[in-house]
């Protein structure tokens, strides 16, 4: 069953609702009190449907899968400060959209679809692509004109349909709704699948770090579906019995485009409507994040915090991290902003494990970074 984030309204899949008749975005409801035990994980496939029963499926579907997930975990450091990073830039397509569009395409096709829109930033658009001619379904991307054209070649080459829309990724959003009037609108931002998918990068953590959890997790955030990937994968381990607390969860966003930071730090319970300037981080570039309650109340149930960081911090990080042999998309570099500052601010801990989260590749931002080398 699907289940409404605002109104509760429940719904079956078989009628394919994208979204609640109120305006909700819907989740999928999955039983969290089973999970597998270490010996058992032991013995199953390294990728992420080892995690079968917090991905459920109907008992004849054969994922569409590359292999995606058990990415690795690296130890290094920050001032001295220990922080292990999570290369989730080295998924097949490039970037971590890999892990929630190979369970929505995977349910997609056990609901028979065979047709799709997308509207993207980018690198949702070229796992979608990538991931519907795996399933040999017909894709549309519609992709802002102003998205890396690595990331537009990609999309491409993969035999998608793409559609440049002059303007701001609103903009694309409202233009690849208005195109699926009869086209099962497969937006990852709305999708009740794909955070389920996404959340799998934190039950690796959670083995990678011995079965145990770290203190604090460092993720960028547009749409939020790290954050609530993050949080649903704990909370499942949690009601399952694996771990006894959750871990603090700290949200980056650039400050030229943060909704959830100010609604973070003016005390409300759904993101506030801003002035979006463009930004070198254009992943997280989302003045209206659909399901900005649910990742408001995951930063309140986890202590966690919303941050801010300019595009200055950002490119220095972003350089920062590549001669620490990390090469990865300025959105993801937001992080680093983050450790920074937090470093500064004195509240990260050498006693503590925290985890820092690499989302996308540089190799499909190599105009825009080449941009930040000329400037």
């Known amino acids: 069953m699907l289940q409404c984030q605002w109104c509760q309204k429940r719904y079956s899949e078989e009628e394919k609702p994208w979204k609640c008749s109120c305006g909700g975005p819907l989740l999928l409801e999955v039983d969290q009190t089973s999970f597998p035990s270490p010996e058992l994980l032991a013995s199953r496939s390294h990728s992420l449907w080892r995690y079968e029963e917090a991905l459920p499926l109907n008992k004849n579907t054969n994922p569409v899968t590359f292999g995606e997930g058990m990415t690795p975990l690296v130890l290094s450091e920050l001032e001295g400060f220990p922080i292990f990073f999570k290369l989730d830039y080295v998924c097949p397509s490039g970037s971590y959209k890999d892990r929630g569009i190979a369970y929505e395409m995977t349910k997609l096709k056990e609901l028979g679809i065979s047709s799709i829109i997308e509207d993207s930033s980018g690198n949702a658009g070229a796992a979608m692509a990538a991931y519907a001619a795996r399933a040999g379904i017909h894709c549309q991307i519609f992709v802002p004109g102003y998205t890396s054209a690595g990331k537009c070649v990609q999309i491409e080459s993969y035999g998608a349909e793409l559609v440049r829309v002059p303007g701001s990724r609103e903009d694309t959003t409202k233009a690849a709704e208005q195109a699926a009037n009869d086209i099962y609108y497969a937006s990852h931002n709305w999708s009740p699948y794909f955070v389920h998918g996404v959340k799998t990068y934190a039950f690796e953590v959670w083995e990678q770090l011995g079965y145990e959890i770290p203190d604090k997790i460092i993720v960028p955030v547009g749409q939020g579906s790290l954050v609530i990937g993050c949080y649903l ?23 030229k485009c943060a909704p959830l930071y100010e609604a973070f730090i003016q005390g409300k319970n759904e993101p506030v409507s801003i002035y979006k300037e463009e930004t070198i981080a254009e992943g997280i570039s989302s003045s209206q994040p ?15 915090i919303i941050m801010a960081v300019d595009d200055n911090e950002i490119e220095k990080a972003f350089y920062a991290l590549a001669r620490a042999g990390f090469y990865v998309e300025p959105t993801s570099a937001v992080v680093g902003a983050a450790l920074w500052r937090l470093q500064q601010q004195e509240k990260l801990s050498r006693g503590e494990k925290t985890v820092a989260f690499l989302s996308g590749s540089g190799l499909k931002a190599t105009d825009k970074i080449l941009h930040l080398r000329e400037e």
């Open 233 to 255: 994968a704990f909370q499942h381990l949690y009601e399952a019995g694996r771990i006894e607390r959750l871990p603090q969860i700290i949200a980056v966003q650039a400050k």
């Open 290 to 304: 659909v399901r900005g309650r649910e990742v408001l109340d995951a930063i309140k149930k986890t202590e966690g």
